[in-house]
Structures are given as structure tokens and as C-alpha cells.
């Protein structure tokens, strides 16, 4: 460490007077407070003018030493300071301390000995405590370097930073974000991506509340340390959860999801806000967003998260074919990484025939806020369906971390029949039994039966949101299209919606994200009120051979996706849903 051994100090050396009370008990704690305050301020430049403003002395029954604060009174570096020889109780009272201010993370223990004078960090995802080589110097801020909020037309681009707008040539920003999340904190790719998910959702909060000529709160240059950033950052990070929170309390639909803490060390944290700093999210193109993102969620997904995958072809073929408008009320129930309401914004985007583009931005906002609904029971993907939908645009973000097989009391703004389109993939492969029954809601194809698989209350479930007449673009397993035990569900199937199209896909569709089952889209139209059930109607049947990819996820050529779209789609024009 910097710091130099101890030195005693006379009395008109202290830079806070004379030792406080208890004086002759604490006299030798006190006499090592005043050489690490100064030391402080001679070996790590925390400023003298500090010292009584944002550096306090504390002194408790369970702690002595003191704190540098943010400049809004909030501890970023702790001293916890023993008598001589008692450099445990100082480490002791150091964790308590941060049990009492989460957010910290940075400390000096010390009796006044060399062996016993240590710099500690805690780790935010084991939460213990960790002994490093030495704290940082303090830098004071420099305002030629701060960072000003992005403006569509700025007055003064000579003598002021002022953040840009994603690129085509910075589409890799979140991608190298996410690269320096597992490098410097060896995280896997999945848990880098939701760490990067919160900080992507704290620096829209920052955008939005920054104002015209004022300075983000999300930039190193407005910070003296790394650890002043990183405490500052996960305030923000909280506060942002509490303004949503109340912005969605009557409604109850992501509470809770982004509260799960920031795990990152305050390095990695520090090296992501250096890499996003530079640019405004909120206002940058849509496409050009998502693009960034999406180059970080499929591989991070792939190497842990694949049960919750549907691949991009085969999303945007389902979406495709459903030809969402502006008008249909959308749900996912089994959500995952949010991909069928992402690409469904999208669709319906390029549909509009709308020049001015703030109108169609404003028109978007609306449709995404009222139109676009999620269901997902992993808080994980919630966050990442979350973050994908805000940078779409989405400030409100209909999707609900949940079990999507409830019963129906449990949720407060979720009926029957409400939904114009469902367009799903749903988790199979589990047999539910009894026990699993009595924890559902009520469903029909589980009468009679001790086990159902777990699409079929899927399959029920989405029938049981969409309106009647609304449609449905469902993957399913082959099994339950072929197997006479799943008879009564091709029945059930048939009693109660009009199947459109079938289309069987190859057995690689699934298999680079780690599930080797064969499966097959199928569209339906729920039966409508008062409608005169067909018996004998015409069924669109297609089998993809190339999905355009091998086992192993490697491109090939001859894919057969767009002609087997086009020829459906041609089917739907004439035969009609």
C-alpha cells in the first residue's frame, strides 16, 4: 500500500482537533484515525476541504474510523480502526458496517501496524470480503473532460463532449461491454449478459432524467474513483427501480425483476459505463439498437440458456406469417428472451406507412406500452426481454415475471379471451403430474390423466387467452401431432379452433441450442362465437428440410424458410384464417 507506517502526530497537527471522547480509552484508536486521515490526504489526494464535509469521522459502540461519502452522503470507502494488536475486531466491525451500507464496497482495516493496515473490497456476488493490494489515489474531476446529454441540435460542439448516437460502425458497444463483464470479472456469457442488462436499464433511466445542458450520471470524468463511480452507479440503479415500481404498482408487472442487486465487482462496472458513456441509447435508431443487441444475447444464450431459445429464423417466420397490425393485442406466455414481441414491434413498424419519424415513434411507444404482452417465469429472461423492449423503445414494458399456468385470481390484469394473436414456443419435454395439477389453474386435457406433458398446458393455456376468432402460431413437439396417446389432444385441437398450417421442422432447428427434438409450428384460429364448425376444411402442410443452418448452428446455403413463408402466405390469402 502507499499508505507509510504509522507516525504519531502532535496535537496541532489533527485536522479535526483534539481527540473526541473517552479520550484517554480511545487515545491510541484515535492517534491511528488521524495518521490514515492524513494519510488520506497525503498519499491519496483526497482533498484536505473534504475533511469534516465528505469525510466524517464515526464513532459508535460497534465502529471507529471513518467514511468518505458520495456528494450525497453515502459511504464509498469505509476505515475501521482497532487498538493495536486487535486487527480482527476492526475487520469485524468493517463487515458490519458494510452489512449497514450495501452499496460500499471498499475499506481500510487497520491497529496501526504495517501487517495489520489492509485494503479490502467486498465482492458483490459472494458478498465476502477480500483483501486487494492497495485503494486508488483520488482524481479530481475534470471538467474538460464531462460528458454532456445528447441534443438533436446542439448549441456548443466546441468546447463541450456531448454524447453521439449508436452507429452502424459501434454496433459491437454492447458486445465489447459484455466482453470486459466476463474478462474482468470471469463470468459466464449468460450471467455477463444479465449483469449488462442492468446497467443497459440504469443508463436509460439516466438519459431519461438527465436534462438539456446537464451532465449523465452514467461517465467516469465526473467521478474522483473508480469506487465513487461504482456507488453512485448502484444508487442510481436503485432509484431507478423505485420510480418504476411506483409507476407500475396498480399494475404489478415487472416489480421486482431488476431488483435482484448489481453483482458486479466496481472495476467491471466502471469499464462498461467507459464503454457506453459516449453515447445517447434513447434517441439512437431502433434497428441499429438492436442489431448491438442481439450480436450479445444468441451467443451468450446458446452457452447457457438455450431451453429458452427460439431461433431468429424461425421467430420472424412465425411473425411473418401472422402479419400482426397496429390494432392486435399480442401475447408471448412463455416469453423467454422476448424475441416474438421484439420482432413483432418491428413487423408492424415496417408495415406503417408513416414519413414523419417522430410519429411513427410516438405511434410505436403506444403500441408497444398497450399491445405488446409478455409472460416469463425466469426473472433472468424477464431481464433480458426487458432491456431487449426498452431499447425498441418500450418505456413500459408489458412483460410479467410469472408462471404463465396459474390460475387466473392470480394475476391482476390477465383474463381469458383477451388476446387477438398469441405467437409462442413453449417448454416440453417435463411430465406434469397430481401434485403439479394442484398448483395450476384449471385446465380441461389434464382430466382424467395422472401425468400431461407440460406443452399440452400450454397449448390449453394459450387457447384459453386468445379471444375468439384471435389467432395462434404455437411450436410443438412432434409426439403430440403423431402419438396415440396425445389422440385427445388433436381432438380437443379440432372441438375448438380452425388448424390453418403445419409446418414440420428439420431436427437441427433446436439442436445448436442444446435440445435434439423434432417439432413443428402450427397456426390456428379459435372458432368464434356463434361459428359453424367445419369438418372438412383445407390445411396448409409443409415440410423444411434446410433450415438454413446445420446441428452445429454453421450457416448453409439452400435455405427453404422464405419459400415455404411465401406459400403459406399464399394459402392464407385465398383460403383465408
Not at 483 to 506: C, D, F, G, M
Request: net charge negative; proline share 4%.
Amino acid at each position: 500500500m502507499k499508505i507509510r507506517p504509522y507516525y504519531s502526530m502532535e496535537s496541532s497537527e489533527w485536522l479535526e482537533g483534539e481527540p473526541s471522547l473517552n479520550k484517554k480509552k480511545n487515545v491510541s484508536r484515535e492517534e491511528i484515525r488521524k495518521w490514515i486521515l492524513n494519510e488520506l490526504i497525503e498519499s491519496y489526494y483526497y482533498p484536505r476541504e473534504w475533511v469534516g464535509k465528505r469525510i466524517k469521522l464515526v464513532e459508535t459502540e460497534e465502529f471507529f474510523g471513518l467514511t468518505v461519502l458520495t456528494k450525497v452522503n453515502y459511504p464509498f470507502l469505509i476505515v475501521s480502526i482497532a487498538e493495536p494488536g486487535c486487527f480482527e475486531k476492526a475487520e469485524k466491525a468493517l463487515s458490519v458496517f458494510f452489512d449497514k451500507y450495501p452499496l460500499a464496497g471498499l475499506g481500510i482495516v487497520s491497529d496501526g501496524s504495517v501487517d495489520g493496515t489492509k485494503a479490502v473490497r467486498k465482492n458483490f456476488s459472494s458478498q465476502q470480503i477480500e483483501y486487494i493490494v492497495d485503494i486508488e489515489s483520488y482524481q479530481l474531476p475534470n471538467k474538460a473532460n464531462f460528458i454532456y446529454r445528447y441534443e438533436e441540435f446542439p448549441r456548443d460542439t466546441k468546447s463541450r463532449n456531448i454524447q453521439s448516437l449508436l452507429s452502424e460502425k459501434v454496433e459491437n458497444v454492447f458486445f465489447e461491454a459484455h466482453s470486459h463483464l466476463r474478462d474482468i470479472d470471469g463470468l459466464h456469457a449468460d450471467e455477463a449478459l444479465d449483469e449488462l442488462c442492468k446497467i443497459i436499464y440504469c443508463k436509460l433511466y439516466d438519459e431519461n432524467e438527465t436534462l438539456v445542458d446537464h451532465l449523465p450520471k452514467m461517465q467516469r470524468a465526473i467521478y474522483g474513483s473508480t469506487e465513487e463511480l461504482a456507488v453512485n452507479i448502484r444508487m442510481m440503479y436503485q432509484q431507478a427501480n423505485e420510480k418504476v415500481v411506483v409507476k407500475h404498482k396498480t399494475q404489478n408487472l415487472h416489480m421486482g425483476v431488476f431488483n435482484t442487486d448489481i453483482k458486479l465487482s466496481s472495476a467491471a462496472l466502471a469499464k462498461v459505463v467507459e464503454v457506453l458513456q459516449h453515447y445517447n441509447l434513447t434517441h439512437s435508431n431502433i434497428d441499429v439498437k438492436g442489431r448491438a443487441f442481439q450480436k450479445v444475447i444468441n451467443p451468450a444464450i446458446r452457452a447457457g440458456m438455450g431451453q429458452y431459445f427460439t431461433p431468429l429464423v424461425i421467430v420472424e417466420l412465425m411473425v411473418q406469417i401472422a402479419r400482426p397490425s397496429i390494432n392486435d393485442f399480442v401475447l408471448d406466455p412463455f416469453c423467454g428472451s422476448g424475441h416474438f414481441l421484439s420482432k413483432t414491434f418491428e413487423y408492424v413498424r415496417n408495415t406503417l406507412n408513416i414519413d414523419n419519424e417522430k410519429d411513427l415513434e410516438e405511434i410505436m411507444k403506444e403500441f408497444a406500452s398497450k399491445n405488446l404482452h409478455g409472460i416469463e417465469k425466469s426473472d433472468r429472461m424477464v431481464r433480458i426481454a426487458m432491456t431487449d423492449m426498452m431499447l425498441h423503445g418500450d418505456g413500459s414494458t408489458h412483460i410479467r415475471c410469472s408462471d404463465s399456468l396459474l390460475d387466473f385470481r392470480n394475476y391482476t390484469d390477465l383474463k381469458p379471451e383477451l388476446y387477438d394473436l398469441i405467437l409462442t414456443n413453449p417448454p416440453f419435454g417435463s411430465l406434469l403430474g397430481v401434485e403439479a395439477f394442484m398448483q395450476l389453474g384449471s385446465f380441461v386435457l389434464t382430466e382424467g390423466y395422472k401425468t400431461v406433458p407440460l406443452e399440452v398446458l400450454g397449448l390449453e393455456r394459450c387457447m384459453q387467452f386468445l379471444r375468439p376468432g384471435g389467432k395462434l402460431g404455437i411450436v410443438l413437439p412432434d409426439g403430440l401431432l403423431a402419438n396415440k396417446r396425445t389422440q385427445y389432444v388433436r381432438e380437443w385441437i379440432e372441438e375448438h379452433a380452425k388448424i390453418r398450417a403445419i409446418i414440420s421442422l428439420p431436427l437441427e432447428t433446436f439442436a445448436p441450442f442444446g435440445a435434439n427434438i423434432k417439432t413443428s409450428i402450427i397456426f390456428l384460429r379459435k372458432w368464434d362465437i356463434g361459428e359453424i364448425k367445419e369438418e372438412n376444411y383445407n390445411i396448409f402442410l409443409a415440410q423444411i428440410d434446410n433450415i438454413g443452418y446445420d446441428a452445429t448452428g454453421h450457416l448453409k446455403s439452400g435455405s427453404e424458410i422464405d419459400e415455404v413463408r411465401e406459400a403459406v402466405l399464399e394459402f392464407l390469402d385465398k383460403e383465408g384464417w
